[in-house]
């Protein structure tokens, strides 16, 4: 994890750059299946959610997936290690361009669309997910975390081998 | 829409930042089927066309689908109202990075590659259209604007379905 | 090709804008199959390859293309040139976010993902492509060129087809 360090003391809003930052440190981290990392790039209190469109729009609360603390996501990647460590199928994302559609004090909600793309190894790479994620960042312990990370994705169903951190 | 407000007292050329804002507010309009809003990104007279690359590289005017005026942008997000707001499909928008190719007093020509992924519902996500963007974004009413928009994909044929905007 | 000129008087680092410019320009020059000027991003003795994962995280040297000379470089374009030109197929590239990873005196150390997709003219898009590229660009004659760049893909197999260079 390179986390990505804040002055806390200049008071500024966050900028574009730390944020782009932030975000090519997650999902590389991701990428590179580092998932002893990932836990780190939230707050302690938080809230992980991947669900479908059709829910959201509804304004379901429930998801495919969800979490509201860093130790869930912790208990969650230590499941993960002991069964999938040696999966033969690899996940790679291609965010689109971030949008910062908010800012107040200290934080930063951003929006932006996500395709992961998922290699099986003797096969040709499917889109395994695509959606949009609703995110919020903020600055905690001087770097950036999420506060809060809602993906979205376009489908009622997933990749059913999606089990890996989005 | 998130209209882009420019100074056009300052006489400055376009900057970066404002182009690549503009492009967010404009596919997240698409994203997010905000069809009433579309023709606004457009100036009074226009061109839009989607057109395959073999006709675009031989010259060839007629398009799959063109449009000469925000008028006639309007009449056909009119008859897309009527007939498909409950289609059980969504389409999403990855751009590439912007190439800003020629920049004249109040406009500037951008180039990117754009790929648009399809979500059935009960399906995995397929590649809609994968193809490059040719644009004239101008200053009209202290706002951007396309003067110009052509779409040109790659292959001859593009999704039946692709019907919404690109 | 749209050489990205750099004065070396200044001293400084490679700036993130330049960097930027130089892949828009290497990426859109092979997309529209500017196979000639292609050998004129890489430096007189250079590493170009491009191999599967699991070689490269296994530190195999082998891979499924490599040159270490813009010499080699020219001798495959000048015999795809002569093979290939009317192909119908058409590939077009879609990079990550850009991540210097390490800066030095006059060069950067670079990581990004690529996804490369083919359209056959009678078929909808398909992923031919997606991996992750390791390079390192340096000031050379005053321009920016690769002294490394090395394509890592996800699967054991790349599509038969993908003969052009990435």
Redesign the interface.
Known sequence: MNAVVIDSSSGVTLARDHI?DF??SY??TL?DVELESWPQFFTAECLYRITA??NFERGFALGAIQAESRGMLIDRVTGLMRTQMYAPR?Y??????L?IVEESGGGARV?H?L?I?E??????????????CHDLVVIDENILRFKERVVVY????I?NSLIYPA
Chains 1, 2, 3 share one sequence.
């Open positions: 782009r975000y090519d999902y590389s990428d469109r059709e690899y790679r994302r291609f965010p689109g361009p949008r929006r669309n395709l793309v290699t099986l190894v003797d096969e040709a790479p499917t889109i395994a997910l695509c959606g949009t376009d489908s009622e169903m990749s």
